[in-house]
């Protein structure tokens, strides 16, 4: 029922921006909360930044004044300046819902000159 469908990820340079979208369907994304993840290759998956039902945000340190998440209808949003190339990953969209954590596809991201 809940879905999460990601966009967004490409190359880009560092100094470089990218702005990932993740629309969900099955969900009111203004109720819950909502949250990017990102993994690297042979590393394990970690928490970027998160968004509360009441507009609340927080972030990993390493991206604290880079990135920004937001949303609006449906969507959630990482926009992402600056980059450098240690945020090079995999980013995934994840919701709970219910007792039930949810993910996107994943969108790639590379951070490279």
């Known amino acids: 029922q809940v879905q999460l469908v990601e966009s967004g990820g490409g190359v880009v340079q560092p100094g470089g921006s990218l702005r990932l979208s993740c629309v969900a369907s099955?969900?009111?994304?203004?109720?819950?909360?909502m949250a990017w993840y990102r993994q690297a290759p042979g590393k394990q998956r970690e928490s970027v930044a998160l968004?509360?039902?009441?507009?609340f945000t927080n972030y990993r340190d390493s991206v604290k004044g880079r990135f920004t998440i937001s949303r609006a209808a449906n969507t959630v949003y990482l926009q992402m300046d600056s980059l450098k190339p240690e945020d090079t990953a995999v980013y995934f969209c994840?919701?709970?819902?219910?007792?039930?954590?949810?993910w996107g596809q994943g969108t790639q991201v590379t951070v490279s000159s």
């Open positions: 968004i509360t039902s009441n507009g």
């Open positions: 994840n919701t709970l819902y219910g007792n039930t954590n949810y």
């Open positions: 099955g969900i009111s994304i203004t109720l819950y909360r």
